[in-house]
């Protein structure tokens, strides 16, 4: 069974650091991209950073300076350094990979449970 693990979330102090971990496991033939998402109470999801399998990123303006997106291809993890948080930043924080099972169907997004960040100020 395929699945996205995420670890990492906590309680931090405004201006603290952390950092997510999200690992795919299962028969999994390839992945593309990866990424994540987060969404506050109240609010839709958003995306905040994605990479490609090449390395090459996109983030939120919001997070820009602040977060870093990487990945290690050898273990199928991708990683979230989240600097200088602020309490805006509190939020369930999602993973997604799009998978492809086999070689010969195209890739599936595949999401992770969430894991819960809160910035105190």
């Known amino acids: 069974q395929v699945q996205l693990v995420e670890s990492g979330g906590g309680l931090v102090q405004a201006g603290g650091s952390l950092r997510l971990s999200c690992a795919a496991s299962?028969?999994?033939?390839?992945?593309?991209?990866m990424g994540w998402y987060r969404q506050a109470p109240g609010k839709q999801r958003e995306l905040v950073a994605a990479?490609?399998?090449?390395?090459?990123?996109n983030y939120a303006d919001s997070v820009k300076g602040r977060f870093t997106i990487s990945r290690d291809n050898a273990k199928n993890t991708v990683y979230l350094q989240m600097n200088s948080l602020i309490p805006e930043d509190t939020a369930v924080y999602y993973c997604?990979?799009?998978?492809?099972?086999?070689?010969?169907?195209?890739?599936?997004?595949?999401w992770g449970q969430g894991t819960q960040v809160t910035v105190s100020s």
């Open positions: 997604n990979a799009d998978l492809r099972l086999t070689a010969y169907r195209g890739p599936v997004r595949y």
């Open positions: 299962g028969s999994i033939f390839s992945i593309n991209a």
């Open positions: 990479i490609t399998t090449g390395g090459s990123t």
